[in-house]
């Protein structure tokens, strides 16, 4: 399975940025990057599909983030702009991932990999 490793996360003061990198041991076809704080479910934030390079981001973030990748080096960041209160939270990459309606969903059970996640907190 391919391994996953988030970095980036930080303090950081409500309309400032960020940029969340995720590497990946191996190559992927699907990643995304999910979101979760403590008492909620997790949420799909943004995802990429590498054949076609076909972008989703959720409706919290559409024109804030940016979900990019370098192939060569079997990594996919996320720029956030824009940050917001309601952006803390611990920010995951998965692989694979698929997209039902409007949804982002990651790997279930064993069927994929998770990174281990990386704080992001947005606060003055």
């Known amino acids: 399975q391919v391994q996953l490793v988030e970095s980036g996360g930080a303090l950081v003061q409500p309309g400032g940025s960020l940029r969340l990198s995720c590497a990946a041991s191996?190559?992927?076809?699907?990643i995304g990057w999910f979101r979760q704080v403590p008492g909620k479910e997790r949420e799909g934030v943004s995802c990429i599909s590498t054949p076609d390079g076909t972008i989703y981001y959720s409706d919290a973030v559409k024109g804030r983030f940016t979900i990019s990748e370098d192939n060569a080096e079997n990594t996919v960041y996320l720029q956030m702009n824009n940050l917001k209160p309601e952006d803390t939270a611990v920010y995951y990459c998965?692989?694979?991932?698929?997209?039902?309606?409007?949804?982002?969903?990651?790997?279930?059970?064993?069927?994929?990999?998770w990174g281990q996640g990386t704080q992001v907190t947005v606060s003055s």
């Open positions: 998965a692989t694979p991932v698929t997209v039902v309606g409007s949804t982002i969903l990651g790997p279930y059970g064993d069927l994929g990999s």
């Open positions: 191996g190559h992927y076809y699907s």
